[in-house]
């Protein structure tokens, strides 16, 4: 049985950081896609970032340059690094594992950016 499982989110003033990590089991972590995705109230989840097996990164434009992804393949976890946090990074923060076809999703991280 595939699991992902986030953890690190919270709250946070603007201007501060976080870092959030995925864990999965039941699944070959090192041939995935790995990805986190976010949801704010009353808007479509969307993707923030996301890194290949081999390595290869891509992001949100809203988040380059703050936010860093990244993958431990011996501990089966991705981690997503926020920097410059904004109020509008507020959101639900999901992890996602693609394997070519089939998806997975964790199920979510609440993230806040407020004074």
């Known amino acids: 049985q595939v699991q992902l499982v986030e953890s690190g989110g919270g709250l946070v003033p603007p201007g501060g950081s976080l870092r959030l990590s995925c864990r999965a089991s039941?699944?070959?972590?090192?041939?995935?896609?790995m990805s986190w995705f976010r949801q704010a109230p009353g808007k479509q989840r969307e993707l923030v970032a996301r890194?290949?097996?081999?390595?290869?990164?891509d992001y949100a434009d809203s988040v380059k340059g703050r936010f860093t992804i990244s993958r431990d393949n011996a501990k089966n976890t991705v981690g997503l690094q926020m920097k410059t946090l904004k109020p509008e990074d507020t959101a639900v923060y999901y992890c996602?594992?693609?394997?070519?076809?089939?998806?997975?999703w964790g199920q979510g991280t609440q993230v806040t950016v407020s004074s």
């Open positions: 996602n594992a693609d394997r070519g076809g089939a998806e997975y």
């Open positions: 039941g699944i070959i972590f090192r041939t995935l896609t």
């Open positions: 890194i290949t097996s081999g390595g290869s990164t």
